[in-house]
């Protein structure tokens, strides 16, 4: 066991897979060792005072106060540890993760959407470039809204649950969502941040283990929130371009998202995928098809 995070590992927080989360451990051991202290301090201190103040020995209460100031430097003492922790370990770490952003030339960029309940991950194909979406264009086929006449969409990929990156190389991650506030959680890197409709949030870290990792929610965004899991998985450089090729591969043989748009004239034949039928549409699929007749009636 590490001697550094001996509360942290006895707590069940994980191992550490990312470049800055050992600063991230390093503050929250000390937090605990601090409040450890104080919750020891502060009890033999309630265990004097009950001493101290029995009734037996002061049957008649003292209205004139504490007369020592002991009390206030040790107050004082705890605001001022609490104040170092905050100013010189807190924001400075914060400040450092929201803008000393890498350069995305070296950087793995990704856009990663959350909805109810599943992480999709969106990466650029080899020309570096997001292809447009549409939120008009979202269907079960097509979750993100990618325009199919959109040349710098032709090579993008889209993974559902599973990211794959390569370790020793930081990546920059923009977070969005397309129904409630969820929280991209990646307990092993010690990053964490809201998914908020609407806005592009980033984050970004840098993986040097490799390995499988979970990814989870940390904002309650609805009855399925326990089941909003996905994976994050740290590859060699060799595997991650052989994911790269394999996920290539794979986008290459599905065919395009289907059309929102029918010829003029044609009748619908049912709602289109990921919407829902209008009030009163039949449920059966042959809506003329008759009832059979009860025997007994």
Not at 92 to 106: G, H
Request: hydrophobic share 40%.
């Amino acid at each position: 066991m590490n001697s550094i995070a001996l509360i942290n590992e006895f707590l069940g927080q994980p191992p550490n897979a990312s470049e800055h989360g050992f600063q991230i451990d390093h503050i929250i051991e000390f937090s605990h060792w601090f409040m450890a202290a104080l919750f020891f301090g502060w009890s033999a201190f309630f265990v004097f005072v009950l001493i101290r103040f029995h009734k037996s020995r002061h049957p008649k209460a003292d209205h004139s106060g504490v007369r020592s100031g002991i009390s206030t430097h040790l107050e004082f003492s705890c605001v001022l540890i609490e104040a170092v922790l905050l100013i010189g370990f807190a924001i400075p770490l914060w400040a450092e993760r929201v803008n000393e952003f890498p350069t995305t030339q070296d950087a793995i960029l990704v856009h990663v959407v959350g909805q109810q309940f599943n992480w999709t991950f969106h990466l650029p194909g080899p020309d570096g470039q997001f292809g447009r979406r549409d939120i008009n264009l979202v269907t079960n086929s097509n979750p993100l809204g990618l325009d199919p006449n959109d040349p710098s969409g032709k090579d993008d990929l889209v993974v559902l649950g599973e990211l794959h990156v390569p370790v020793n190389r930081p990546v920059i991650i923009e977070l969005s969502s397309k129904d409630v506030i969820h929280n991209f959680d990646l307990p092993h890197m010690r990053i964490a941040a809201d998914a908020i409709p609407g806005s592009l949030i980033p984050m970004w870290f840098k993986p040097i283990k490799t390995g499988t990792y979970e990814v989870v929610c940390g904002q309650l965004c609805g009855l399925g929130h326990y089941g909003m899991k996905g994976t994050l998985v740290v590859d060699t450089p060799a595997d991650y371009q052989a994911w790269l090729k394999e996920r290539a591969e794979l986008a290459g043989t599905q065919s395009a998202p289907p059309p929102t748009q029918r010829p003029p004239g044609e009748p619908p034949v049912g709602p289109t995928p990921g919407t829902v039928p209008p009030a009163g549409a039949p449920k059966n699929a042959n809506p003329t098809a008759s009832i059979a007749p009860n025997p007994k009636a």
